[in-house]
């Protein structure tokens, strides 16, 4: 059986409890409150790509492209220059332009994607497109169908997902069958201070630590530390 290719996430501390990276060509999601990381974590992961050569996409359906590229600069990380370097491309969509996307088939941005062979891509985040379907059985073909265009494309993707602050998770039922991992990031008040710590909660076809795990966000981004287990005490 040939090895199946891992893909460097781009988040220190992370790859090593997960065999290496994602499974090339596996659709990840990574869920987790507002101001969890989030999108950090997803810019890293696109970036590590960017390094190497290989062209990434980032959809949104809430940044707003200008303001987005200015925070990101912070960590130091220049979209403007990746972008004329063709690495690059951001895309704004509407959820219902995504929508037609998929009923459709095709459309400006799977030329988009197909012309600059993308592989990796982040969609940042589904909460919003996936509300557009009212009930599981829809939610889950409208899933499908997202999933499917990414497996033509041939890229990994890393999904995001808003999730409401409370304990446990909220995950639509419908992404949680069909995606092959699932990253919880945590952002904990105890004691007046607030600790951020990261959980894989499933990941198909890999040997994944059962532990919650420190994490923080510095000015490299987000880094993980896989040594130091997170217990609320
Ligand atoms: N330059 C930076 N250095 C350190 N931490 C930062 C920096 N920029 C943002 N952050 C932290 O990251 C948080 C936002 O992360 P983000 O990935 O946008 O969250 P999410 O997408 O989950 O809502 C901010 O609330 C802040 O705590
Ligand atoms: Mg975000």
Redesign the pocket.
């Known amino acids: 059986m040939p090895r199946i290719k891992r893909v460097s996430t781009g988040v220190p501390g992370f790859d090593e409890l997960i065999s290496g990276g994602f499974k090339e060509f596996s659709i990840n999601l990574v869920a987790?409150?507002?101001?969890?990381?989030?999108?950090?974590?997803?810019?890293q992961f696109l970036l590590d790509g960017i390094k190497r050569g290989e062209p990434a996409v980032y959809i949104t359906f809430e940044e707003k492209k200008e303001k987005f590229y200015e925070?990101i600069l912070?960590?130091g990380w220049d979209l403007e220059k990746y972008e004329k370097d063709n690495l690059f491309v951001f895309l704004e969509y509407t959820p219902e332009q995504v929508k037609k996307v998929l009923i459709e088939g095709g459309g400006s941005v799977d030329s988009i994607i197909t012309k600059m062979k993308a592989k990796r891509i982040v969609i940042?985040?589904i909460t919003s497109f996936s509300l557009l379907y009212q009930d599981e059985l829809t939610k889950k073909e409208a899933a499908l169908a997202l999933f499917e265009l990414i497996q033509k494309w041939g890229c990994t993707a890393l999904l995001?997902s808003?999730e409401e602050e409370k304990e446990g998770h909220t995950i639509s039922a419908a992404l949680e069958f069909e995606v092959d991992s699932i990253i919880l990031?945590y952002y904990l008040k105890m004691k007046g201070v607030r600790h951020r710590a990261i959980e894989i909660l499933k990941m198909r076809g890999t040997k994944h630590p059962l532990k919650t795990f420190s994490m923080d966000?510095?000015?490299k981004?987000?880094i993980v530390y896989p040594n130091k287990i997170f217990t609320l005490e």
């Open positions: 987790g409150g507002p101001g969890t990381g989030k999108t950090i974590f997803a810019m925070d912070s960590f940042d985040s995001t808003e990031l966000i510095g000015e981004g987000v």
